[in-house]
């Protein structure tokens, strides 16, 4: 008999085709008290996983799961953009909320005229500023807020952000 803490590679990918038939919300939870208890264990999991033995959506929940208050949801998105791609909007949304909750000014934002006619790529680094994991981002929404509440153009708020906006406004969408 092998002791209860060695798993088999057999083990491992029935574990991975388990979590990966499971629906969404019950791959999270089996996931979060996996990794209450063994920590270690998720790690295992993640790296059978990669060696294509589940699929984009287990391999993005079981990667969410030890990174909850670590990261943001805009930073996770970015580092594991193929594997969301290939999911349904909801179940790309549940496993974000693991990360932590959505930030309404950053939502805001994107949906703004201004925000709008940036260039793709100016659009990923603003919202990475005020939705990512920096210490910068802490501050943003706030500042995001007072924009959006008082009508403030960007010129009043730059100080805060120094070089990082892009150059046209933001709220006012020029």
């Known amino acids: 008999m092998r002791p209860a803490n060695k798993w ?24 979060r008290q996996i990794a209450a ?12 996983m990669l060696q294509g033995w589940a699929g984009s959506r287990a391999r993005a929940a079981l990667a969410a799961v030890p990174l909850k208050g670590e990261i943001s949801r805009v930073g996770f998105a970015a580092e594991h953009d193929s594997d969301l791609q290939a999911l349904k909007a909801s179940d790309v949304q549940q496993i974000l909320d693991v990360l932590g909750p959505r930030v309404p000014e950053l939502e805001a934002m994107q949906k703004s005229k201004g925000f709008q006619t940036l260039q793709a790529d100016e659009q990923a680094r603003l919202s990475y500023l005020i939705g990512g994991s920096t210490s910068l981002s802490e ?28 150059t046209r406004s933001i709220c006012s969408g020029t």
């Not at 208890?37 to 059978?48: C, N």
């Open 8 to 31: 088999t590679q057999e083990d491992l990918v029935g574990a991975c085709r388990y979590l990966d038939s499971l629906p969404t919300a019950e791959m999270l939870a089996l996931a």
């Open 37 to 48: 208890r063994k920590p270690a264990a998720v790690a295992t999991l993640q790296a059978t």
């Open 139 to 166: 501050k943003a929404p706030a500042a995001m807020r007072a924009c959006y509440l008082t009508g403030t153009r960007t010129r009043k708020i730059r100080p805060l952000f120094a070089n990082s906006l892009p």
